[in-house]
């Protein structure tokens, strides 16, 4: 009897695997759904800040170089005052060319945008409107620098050093006078063999550094050879050439 109980029961068990297994095979299987890509959003493109840059030459016979203009973030400087010039300024002093200055600006991390002046200013003139753009997300410390050779001298230059510009809005204009320096790297002789520019023809950069200050310093005018009691006898600069600081104006406008 016992064994009677016994089959019984395994008999049980095995319809209830059996229910089981058949319950199992026709259970719906849950589909597998497709996994969607993941979203890219890409952020606007974000708008250029775009300004005019426009220089009047105050001089009455000092032709400006053609004028380096650089927009950049705050921490560079073209020049220190009380520091030897660098090569760019000591070029752009001595002979015109603002190639250097605009390529070392160019090199430092700061750098936003640069542009030059198609040509030089003639006295009394002012020069044609310069565009230059950059992302508008960098103008938080944006800062201006531009500079320009006074032809008729051995060595000065007009220039905005890392002028403030950043709270600017589309719409806004600002106006800056431009003050003389003396990149301190040529001795002011005066002597037209050393000065170029229309009216001499001279030499301009010489790597040759025969200025013994060789800082850069405030111009403190030329001599000229206006009489023999103050003037310089041997200049070839005359009463014309003269010039009182700011040699420069500058007109700064946002348009967008």
């Known amino acids: 009897m ?58 009455n016979a000092q032709p400006l170089s053609p004028v380096g203009i650089v927009f950049h973030a705050q921490g560079f400087n073209a020049f220190v005052d009380g520091d030897p010039a660098s090569l760019g300024i000591e070029q752009l002093a001595e002979g015109g060319s603002n190639a250097e200055l605009l390529a070392e600006a160019q090199a430092a ?46 060595d000065a230059f007009s220039a905005l050093n890392a002028v403030n510009i950043s709270n600017m809005e589309a719409g806004d204009t600002l106006e800056f006078f431009g003050p003389t320096w003396d990149s301190g790297t040529e001795a002011n002789d005066e002597l037209g063999i050393n000065m170029p520019g229309p009216d001499f023809g001279g030499e301009g950069f010489n790597s040759v550094r025969n200025d013994i200050f060789d800082r850069v310093h405030f111009h403190q005018g030329v001599v000229t050879n206006v009489s023999v009691e103050s003037g310089l006898a041997t200049a070839d600069l005359v009463e014309r050439h003269r010039f009182d600081n700011s040699t420069t104006k500058v007109i700064v406008t946002r348009t967008e």
């Open 109 to 154: 991390t700061e750098y936003l945008v640069s542009a030059s002046t198609d040509g030089p200013v003639p006295p009394r003139s002012i020069s044609d409107v310069v565009e230059l753009r950059f992302p508008s997300d960098q103008l938080d410390t944006a800062r201006l620098s531009l500079a320009t050779m006074l032809v008729h001298t051995n």
């Open 2 to 59: 016992q064994n009677k109980y016994i089959y019984l029961g395994l008999f049980s068990l095995m319809l209830s695997l059996a229910a089981c297994s058949s319950s199992n095979d026709n259970d719906p299987v849950e589909p597998v759904l497709p996994v969607d890509p993941p979203v890219v959003v890409t952020p606007p493109p974000v708008a250029d800040a775009v300004f005019n840059v426009q220089i009047t030459n105050l001089t």
